[in-house]
């Protein structure tokens, strides 16, 4: 199987709820649409520092993480990350990886929006069996 790639919209959560609070515009909830990697060998929703200048998420702490090629490396980790495909939302955290990395999207928001990737297309989809609602599981 090739590699699959996906077009996700991130959005900063914190300025969702400011915006439900009539504190600012909805017109001024800062987003983008990203071409994310999606990888289900990476656990957690990772973005670049170019992605983080600009969506502004607050940092929450720093890890240390391993990467495809061995290296630890230290990484902010920020929150309140909210994650798009299609007619599915998650909210999660975000690794921050150095420069301008390609951002990867992991098995942890993959699961929570219930999408699959299907083998023959090579592209990310809804669970066809949950198409109108993510659906978990709870065991």
Not at 40 to 66: M, W
Not at 87 to 94: E, F, G, I, K, L
Not at 103 to 110: Q, T
Not at 121 to 128: A, G, K, S
């Amino acid at each position: 199987m090739g590699l699959v790639y996906a077009e996700i919209t991130l959005i900063n959560g914190e300025d969702l709820i400011l915006a439900k609070r009539h504190i600012i515009g909805q017109d001024e909830v800062k987003q983008m649409n990203v071409t994310m990697l999606v990888d289900t060998g990476s656990y957690n929703l990772c973005i670049n520092e170019e992605i983080q200048e600009q969506l502004k998420f607050p940092v929450a702490e720093k890890r240390k993480a391993q990467t495809a090629d061995g290296r630890i490396v230290e990484c902010d980790v920020v929150d309140n990350v909210q994650v798009r495909f299609k007619n599915r939302a998650t909210t999660c955290r975000a690794m921050i990886l150095p420069g301008n990395c390609e951002p990867l999207l992991g098995a942890i928001p993959l699961e929570d929006m219930d999408v699959l990737i299907h083998p023959q297309r090579q592209e990310l989809i809804v669970n066809p069996d949950h198409p109108y609602f993510a659906q978990m599981k709870l065991k």
